[in-house]
Structures are given as structure tokens and as C-alpha cells.
């Protein structure tokens, strides 16, 4: 680190997840001693809040970062990402584009920052329901292993970005005015006052959404346990922010829900609201702008002496996205790993 901090870029800076992540990086205190916006060509030369300058980028703007946080879109990853890495940036990207890939850590902080010492420039960061899930389940299977995970989200318009809640908006307005809607546009049918089983998009032959092949592939390489059962049904819900998820957990050894609570009550990142009598269990309005994951309505399963049922709620924007790529930066930055490839590289 330069004796005044990093060079930062963040890509995408004027959408939902890189206005976030400008934000955090400041209310935060990451140490940057510089951080430069970049978005598409539409947006180059705009002034965001804040006075920053939004760049176009290019082979020459892209140069001399230590850290690039991206949130501009799986394509303009595909493109940029490794260029920013092989010009000696880490990248941290919050796009589907590389989270699969072998070489490539998936790291939600709380869970298993260990990933990032093998990072080769590019780090993914999970899709939002899944970030938000494995928060919660973590502490769990570390105590008594998961079999099987049963999941049913109410996931946010805000996870398909900035159009889908002006659309939703939109129609809600035109609707209460008796008025037609226009064609929709971010997704197949009415999304205001509906809820549709077709959150994410259907690649050619598969009866599963690519959101909820996320789901099932991203948790196993977060917990490294391919041995995971998961069934997911993604479901988009007219809500503004914040992902909602039912999530029936079926653990290898007996776990009471009494243990579960104390167990999630202990762990980083969490916190449990559950006291149904009293209507108090997690809310996605109330997890909005917060950074938490909320878990409630913990009860055992009346059809599974192993399984437990959750209520599980977080702003997608933030730990779901934008808080999650800030902390993988402060984890890279404590364990003074910024700049480990080229210290490697020099020795
Ligand atoms: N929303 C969520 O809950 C969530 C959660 C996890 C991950 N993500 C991922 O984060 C990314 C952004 O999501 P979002 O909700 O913030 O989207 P968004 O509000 O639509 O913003 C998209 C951003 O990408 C920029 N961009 C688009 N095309 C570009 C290009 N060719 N070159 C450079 N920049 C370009 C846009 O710039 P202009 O303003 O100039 O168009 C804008 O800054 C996506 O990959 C999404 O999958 C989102």
C-alpha cells in the first residue's frame, strides 16, 4: 500500500450496486487514497455525489489500481476484469461471470475468507440470496453438518437492477390510477401486485432458472461440500429491496431449534429476530440499509426430526452485493494481501 492508501476503481459506479459500494468505501473508512468511478460510455465525464468523475474505460484509464470492485454486468467482467488484473489490480467482482471458475475464489467474509489467499486477481462475489443464506447457515453446519437445504426465495426487484424498480414503480402507479400498463420489459409478465416462479432467466432445456442453479452451485463451493442436496424455487416478488427466503435445513446430526438460535445469536453477521406471539421475525423493509442478515421463524421441521425451517432476510444491495465486496477489500487489505502476487512476483 502506498504510505496514503490504495488506488481503487469501481466499475459500474453509477448503478444500485456501485453507488453502494462508493459509499461504503467512504463510511467505512477503507483505506483508499484514491477511488476512481467508471461506468459506460453514456455516463463519462457525469459528476456523482461526492464530486467524483465518472471514465470511460480503456487500455490506458485502467492502469495503476491495486484494487477494482465491479459491478458493471457479467459482459463488461468478462472484458475488463482481467485486463485490470493483468495491470496488477485485484479485482473483486460482483457479477455471475467468474464464480464458478476453478481458480477463481467465492467469498462471502463471515464464511470463508480463508478462499481468498489462493485468488489469482479475480475474486467473484456470490449471487445475493445465496451471500444471504450461507450468512446464516454456516454456523449450523459447522455444528451439525447440512444434508439437504429446501429453499424458497421472495427475491427484490433491485436484484435485477435499476430498470426492473423503476418498471415496477410504473406499474404500481398505473395500476392505482386505472391505467394500462406498458409492455413489461425487465421480466416476462405484470410484476406489480403478482409474484412470479421465474426469478433469473431459462437457459435452453433446463427446468431450473440460472438463479437457481446459483443457488445450489454457489453454496456447495462456498461450504466446500459438494455433497449438498439442494432444491431451489426462485421467486420475484414486487418488492423493492430486500431478499426473503424460506429455507428448510436438513442437518447430518441432530440440532435442536434451541441450539440453532443460540448458535445464530453467537455468529458474525447475524442477527435473529424471532418471537413470533409477538409478530417479531425478520422483514425485508426492515433489513433495507442495514448490513446484517436477519433469521427468524427457527423451528423444527413437524415432517423431519433433522430438519430445521428459517426465515431468512438481507438488503440484497448491500450484504447481498455492495457490503460483501467492501469487506472481501478490508479481509484483502488486514491480511496484508494486496499486494502479495507482486511481492511473489519481485522475489
Ligand atoms: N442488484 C443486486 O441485488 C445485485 C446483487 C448481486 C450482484 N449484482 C450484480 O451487480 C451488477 C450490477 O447490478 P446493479 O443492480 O448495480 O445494476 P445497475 O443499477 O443496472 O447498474 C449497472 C452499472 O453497470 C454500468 N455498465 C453497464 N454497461 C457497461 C459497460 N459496457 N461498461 C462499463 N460499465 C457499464 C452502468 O453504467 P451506466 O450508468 O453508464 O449505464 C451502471 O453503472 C450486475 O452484474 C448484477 O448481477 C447485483
Known amino acids: 500500500m502506498a ?15 456501485g453507488t453502494l459500494m462508493l459509499e461504503l468505501l467512504r463510511e467505512r473508512r477503507f483505506p483508499a487514497a484514491e477511488i476512481v468511478p467508471f461506468a459506460s460510455q453514456r455516463s463519462v465525464g457525469r459528476e456523482l455525489d461526492g464530486g467524483l468523475v465518472v471514465r470511460g474505460l480503456s487500455e490506458d484509464s485502467i492502469q495503476g489500481f491495486d484494487l477494482a470492485l ?11 476484469a482481467p485486463r485490470f488484473a493483468d495491470a496488477g489490480a485485484i479485482v473483486i467482482d460482483n457479477s455471475s461471470r467468474w464464480r464458478m471458475q476453478d481458480d477463481v475464489p467465492l467469498v462471502v467474509s463471515e464464511v470463508n475468507p480463508d478462499a481468498l489467499e489462493a485468488h489469482n486477481g479475480i475474486i467473484a462475489n ?85 438463479e437457481e442453479r446459483k443457488l445450489i452451485n454457489e453454496t456447495r463451493k462456498i461450504l466446500a461440500d459438494p455433497g449438498i442436496a439442494v432444491s431451489a424455487t426462485c421467486v420475484r416478488v414486487p418488492v423493492v429491496t430486500g431478499h426473503s427466503e424460506a429455507v428448510n435445513v436438513q442437518t447430518r446430526r441432530e440440532l435442536s431449534p434451541a441450539r440453532a438460535r443460540e448458535l445464530l445469536e453467537a455468529a ?62 478490508e479481509v484483502l487489505h488486514e491480511r496484508g494481501l494486496v499486494h502479495a502476487r507482486d511481492a511473489a512476483a519481485s522475489v
Open 3 to 17: 504510505s496514503q492508501g490504495y488506488r481503487v476503481a469501481v466499475v459500474g459506479a453509477t448503478g444500485q450496486v
Open 70 to 80: 465491479f459491478s458493471a454486468g457479467g459482459s463488461t467482467s468478462g472484458a475488463w
Open 126 to 210: 456470490p449471487n445475493c440470496s445465496t451471500m444471504q443464506m450461507v450468512v446464516a447457515l454456516k454456523p449450523l453446519y459447522d455444528e451439525a453438518g447440512i444434508e439437504r437445504l429446501v429453499i424458497s426465495t421472495y427475491q427484490a426487484v433491485s436484484g435485477t437492477g435499476r430498470g426492473a424498480v423503476e418498471e415496477l414503480l410504473d406499474q404500481s402507479h398505473a395500476l392505482l390510477h386505472e391505467r394500462d400498463i406498458e409492455q413489461p420489459g425487465a421480466y416476462a409478465h405484470q410484476i406489480a401486485f403478482n409474484a412470479l416462479p421465474h426469478a433469473g432467466s431459462f437457459a435452453p432445456g433446463d427446468d431450473h432458472t440460472d
Open 268 to 329: 458474525p453477521g447475524v442477527t435473529v429476530l424471532d418471537d413470533p406471539a409477538s409478530a417479531l421475525y425478520p422483514l425485508a423493509i426492515d433489513a433495507t440499509g442495514k448490513d446484517d442478515v436477519f433469521v427468524g421463524r427457527i423451528r423444527r421441521d413437524p415432517g423431519h426430526e433433522r430438519a430445521l425451517d428459517l426465515w431468512i432476510v438481507a438488503d440484497n444491495l448491500r450484504k447481498g452485493a455492495a457490503t460483501n465486496a467492501v469487506q472481501i477489500a
